[in-house]
DNA sequence: TAGATTGTTAATCGATTAACAATC
DNA sequence: TAGATTGTTAATCGATTAACAATC
């Protein structure tokens, strides 16, 4: 078994009574009574970025101005995405860095590691395993999975950590044991349902999925996506109009007519 | 020079003059006057990959409650999506699965091959160079570029052309000679700026970041980015969400007391 | 013709932007 | 106090859903 003494330490049940756990976690929270909407949900973890930036650079104070040109956004997104969170900026001076940032961590669950299954070990998940971001940002890799007998048993470094591939149907064991959250597919389209599937019976409720292909899961469950030729289409598209763009101008403008871009 | 009569026969400039290209592209197009939300264009890569699919399972005609089911959107949502390229379905039958495939190719310019520059060629790129959704999507990697001189000159094979890694400040001259359209980076997070600077500044218009770094670029640039680090702590958010949840549970049920859940 | 299903319109919902009163 | 900047409200914009007339 490749299970180690950190990885057990992210148990949710055993060790750590789940009373516990949840009582710690609930001194934090936000305003009463608002949601915060999904589109500022994945805005948050990315001002959580620039912040970290800014204050290991030793920026103490930022306005929403700064803050949100550094993030790519409208200081008014920026400003109303924040007030979901509370009240923590002071008028005529802005924010301060640290605190928001520990703020923002607090209200993404980031300030908790977070145990993550890898399922794939092919190029991609390779890829993904060597991922520093990952570690960085409070997701520690407790279980690697693969179905070819020939990646099966192979040794890999997680940080200091030495992990084994295990073959899928130690998924539940595996999981189970360590108390892990996340799932990663990162196997071919084919497999990706039937091992969403089984992670889901192992109990994960956060799927994050790259595979190209379309799964269906309970409502329950929170499966994100990221599909690289989705991207990659939807680039080719743009790359079209610009086409066509130029097409219409060629098309319609006889010589010596003045062309204005639209 | 890496450069191969494939790779050149990307070009968009010399030997099949602009002209030409443009006007076999504008035979197709869309619904006069309606520009199509960027929400849809998300879409019909999905919706097209699923036809895909169904294509070669045989299928030959589905309706759009079906298909929505398999692209897991709604049925209401995708007709509207399919309303923006016309009118190719059939009322009291469906579509037809071929067809329409063809359709939604031609608009997202997925039936010219457009060529990519990858930068970086650390783990990630990689794993990128060697995804085969890549090529069987009408991409063609035509160059490889790394700043690190321990990586630059190795060899790499793209389905069967031999590509060789090449440094940096070799983009611009491959992208002028190859014609690519496309730059992925996959480089560390502070050399991303830069990178895309020497993209844009090479003509590239198309970009698909993987670093974890804001980047700026022009507004006739653009730019896409894919943030697994991002994806990981939304899917952490809901994990607390669900751990406060539980918690609120236990401490306002009294014992005996039926809980609930909203 | 009768049943099925599209394409479109109108209603709803959510996200973004603009503007400014509150307040440091 | 005067200038700066937040937090919030109202207006706008875009995306999704529901419903149904058109039509195969």
Chains 1, 2 share one sequence.
Request: charged share 20%.
């Amino acid at each position: 078994m490749p299970l180690t003494r950190r990885s057990m330490g992210l148990t949710t049940g055993s060790s750590a009574t789940p009373g516990a756990r949840a009582r710690a976690l609930s001194e934090a929270p936000a305003v009463e009574g608002r949601e915060i909407p999904p589109a500022t949900i994945a805005r948050l973890p990315i001002y959580h970025r620039v912040l970290g930036t800014m204050d290991a650079q030793g920026v103490h104070t930022v306005c929403s101005d700064d803050l949100a040109r550094a993030c790519g956004v409208s200081a008014a997104m920026l400003r109303k995405d924040l007030s979901y969170l509370g009240s923590y900026g002071t008028r005529g001076v802005g924010y301060h860095v640290a605190s928001l940032a520990f703020h923002i961590s607090r209200e993404l669950g980031t300030s908790v590691p977070y145990g993550v299954v890898l399922v794939g070990f092919g190029n991609l998940g390779r890829a993904l395993a060597s991922y520093r971001a990952f570690a960085l940002r409070g997701f520690t890799l407790v279980g690697i999975f693969d179905s070819d007998p020939r990646t099966v048993g192979e040794p890999v470094l997680i940080g200091d950590e030495p992990l084994r591939v295990l073959p899928v149907d130690h998924l539940g064991e595996v999981v189970q044991f360590t108390g892990a959250r996340i799932g990663v597919i990162a196997t071919p389209a084919d497999a990706a349902q039937a091992v969403c599937d089984t992670l889901v019976a192992a109990g994960i409720r956060s799927i994050l999925n790259f595979a190209p292909a379309v799964l269906a899961v309970a409502a329950d469950v929170e499966l994100r996506k990221v599909d690289l030729a989705v991207e990659l289409q939807i680039l080719a598209f743009h790359e079209q109009r610009r086409v066509e763009e130029a097409t219409h101008l060629v098309a319609h403008a006889r010589p010596g007519m003045q062309v204005v871009h639209a």
